[in-house]
């Protein structure tokens, strides 16, 4: 490996752990603790090494969300493989719900530690792009209700961008729940979930 090679390995790797520390504080503390300043004594670098990589904690708050919903991305991207529309919105918000379970912690950060996390993501260049992972994540759900839509299979009056955030937004209420209040719903997720996603089908499907 060339001297270029090895400065630019380097130089990736102390990004990596500047935002592994960044997370470490924030999942232990709230985003309100983490400054440049307490995540330069975490990796034990100087503040202003920090700001060769970040402009600043909000960058960083950025690239822990987009972090976060490329992991979405990923665990939803091979159950939105399959054809049929239903069939593949039931797999992919199963698949959406199990992710908020099992990984707890990145579902904690990137939907409910602080709203300054997420608006962060929002205020980015790229959002929106084709290379925006929360758009991909939408596009996931969006795209089902849109081929419902084209086979004539909504009800009357429905839009998939409205039916789209309804259908997120149970299903974020599901996982918020159960991370929160783990006793409540008593309903295991195995069954809560799919009763719920045929509810809501039944109610948007013509």
């Known amino acids: 490996m060339g ?68 992991e979405l991305v990923a665990a939803l991207a091979p159950l939105a493989a399959t054809a049929e529309p239903r069939a593949r919105l039931e797999a992919v918000a199963q698949g959406y719900v199990r992710f908020g379970l099992e990984r707890p912690e990145t579902y904690r950060l990137v939907f409910m530690e602080d709203p300054t996390i997420v608006k962060a993501i929002y205020e980015g260049p790229a959002i929106g792009g084709p290379d925006d992972p929360g758009t991909q994540a939408y596009g996931l759900l969006l795209g089902c209700f849109l081929d419902l839509k084209a086979a004539g299979r909504l009800a009357d009056r429905a839009e998939p961008n409205v039916l789209t955030d309804a259908f997120w937004a149970a299903l974020h209420g599901v996982v918020s729940l159960k991370l929160t209040c783990p006793g409540f719903p008593q309903t295991p997720a195995e069954t809560l979930v799919p009763a719920l996603i045929r509810g809501l089908l039944d109610g948007m499907l013509a």
């Open 3 to 70: 001297i270029p090679e090895r400065k630019a390995r380097q130089k990736a790797d102390l990004r990596t752990r500047i935002l592994e520390a960044s997370r470490a504080i924030v999942l232990a503390e709230g985003y309100g603790s983490l400054t440049m300043r307490k995540i330069a004594q975490a990796i034990e670098y100087s503040p202003g090494t920090l700001y060769l990589h970040f402009a600043g904690r909000d960058e960083i708050a950025r690239e822990l969300c987009i972090d976060g919903f490329r």
